[in-house]
Nanobody, 116 residues
Framework: QVQLVESGGGLVQPGGSLRLSCAAS????????MGWYRQAPGKQRDLVAA???????NYADSVKGRFTISRDNAKNTVYLQMNSLKPEDTAVYYC??????????WGRGTQVTVSS
């Protein structure tokens, strides 16, 4: 059974930092592309950052230069380091695991709130 469990969300002031983690089980982690989406209230779910099995990364324009995605294949974990957070970064952040010809797997999400 595949499980993706996010952690690290919370309340932070504008300009602050958070690091999200997503621990995966039930998959051969190193074979999967991993990433993060986010969904704010009343809005669609949008891609934030992605990392391929080979370590190539991709970011939404709105987070470039502020967020960094990384993975640790030994720990079956993907991370999202978020710096210089803004109120518009407030959303539920979802981890996903993706591999060609396989169903994309999703975590349950972790809330990030940026507010003073």
């Amino acid at each position: 059974q595949v499980q993706l469990v996010e952690s690290g969300g919370g309340l932070v002031q504008p300009g602050g930092s958070l690091r999200l983690s997503c621990a995966a089980s039930g998959i051969i982690f190193s074979n999967y592309a991993m990433g993060w989406y986010r969904q704010a209230p009343g809005k669609q779910r949008d891609l934030v950052a992605a990392i391929t099995s080979g370590g190539n990364t991709n970011y939404a324009d709105s987070v470039k230069g502020r967020f960094t995605i990384s993975r640790d294949n030994a720990k079956n974990t993907v991370y999202l380091q978020m710096n210089s957070l803004k109120p518009e970064d407030t959303a539920v952040y979802y981890c996903y695991a993706d591999r060609r010809f396989m169903t994309t797997q999703w975590g349950r999400g972790t809330q990030v709130t940026v507010s003073s």
